[in-house]
């Protein structure tokens, strides 16, 4: 008897350790998907949407161990700390101000989410298959480049549901984070480039207004050539 309690006891032990590791792996890609809700709740409803802003408190308020999640994400918890705290003030301050500048706050705690977990997104990003998108975004700038980024972060956001997750995506804030743009010579906010399954960019769009309609011919086009 006291053997199965024993044995129950670790069985149920490596079952929590399991779960653990699997929520932390999971962590980003919950946020992400979330705040990918959040987007595109609001350009349906044109209202920040309630249930998904919740759903997004629950994922960045989970308890999490602070040495495992460093090791998992090679990022501070104090970093991860700073993101929950930016979210807070941002559930505070969109009480009183209208959807369309509670959408652009969101964007900016979007982007320091970005941020945050910028090394393991760059890990993850460049080791996929797919084909990938880069958004080189931007968290300080004219108000004017600022809106456009967040409502090209939209089309992107909108672009990948609608194309089934055939492409891997990545939103960069290029104030902080410029590497990329100057490696692939990009440098306005915001841009897209397009990278191959061997991470070679192959197009790219430039500052411009009509980039979602450029990208969609573009991956028509890819679309055809490959079923030749």
Known sequence: MKNFITLRLLLTLITFNVGVVHLYAQVTLLINKAAADVFLSFDEDKSLPVTEL????????????????????STAKAAYDSLKNHFKKFESECKNISSDSGLFLFNQCYLHFSNTFYDYFKQKFFSSTKTKIILFSA???????????????????KFIKENNEKYDCWIVDSYWHNELQIEYETFFAPSVIVLDTSNEMFYKIEYDENMIIKLIKFSIIDHMEKLH
């Open 54 to 73: 919740k759903s997004l408190n629950s994922i960045l308020n989970s308890e999490v161990d602070d040495i495992e999640f460093v090791k998992e994400y």
């Open 139 to 157: 968290s300080m700038s004219c108000y004017c480049t600022l809106e456009m980024c967040k409502n090209q972060t939209i089309d992107i956001l």
